[in-house]
């Protein structure tokens, strides 16, 4: 059975940093796309990061480029989010999720795990 577990998330104030880890057991993660996702109250949930099963091939939405990274250590079979410059707009829950096979999307729709979800509030 696969479980995706996210950890990191908190109360922080504006301009500082946060990283999510997102641990997965039940599946080698070495050959899926890894994603990130954020649901802010009363909004759909939005894409934010993918990350191609390598490791070489990223892409981030709009609104985080520039100061959201996400990386993965396959060998640990965790996926990462480093969040730096923190604006009350990233105020949501994050979940991270995986593929369902070799796709790369930023479409929830292609995922076909998902974990419970941490959540990040960032104060003004």
């Known amino acids: 059975q696969v479980q995706l577990v996210e950890s990191g998330g908190g109360l922080v104030q504006a301009g500082v940093s946060l990283r999510l880890s997102c641990a997965v057991s039940g599946r080698t993660l070495g050959r899926y796309t890894m994603g990130w996702f954020r649901q802010a109250p009363r909004k759909e949930r939005d894409f934010v990061a993918v990350?191609?099963?390598?490791?070489?091939?990223?892409t981030y939405a709009d609104s985080v480029k520039g100061r959201f990274t996400i990386s993965r250590d396959n060998a640990k079979n965790t996926v990462y989010l480093q969040m730096n410059s923190l604006k009350p707009e990233d105020t949501a829950v994050y979940y991270c999720?995986?593929?369902?096979?070799?796709?790369?999307?930023?479409?929830?729709?292609?995922?076909?795990?998902w974990g419970q979800g941490t959540q990040v509030t960032v104060s003004s």
């Open positions: 990350i191609t099963w390598s490791g070489v091939t990223t």
């Open positions: 999720a995986m593929t369902k096979g070799a796709v790369y999307s930023t479409r929830d729709s292609e995922y076909a795990y």
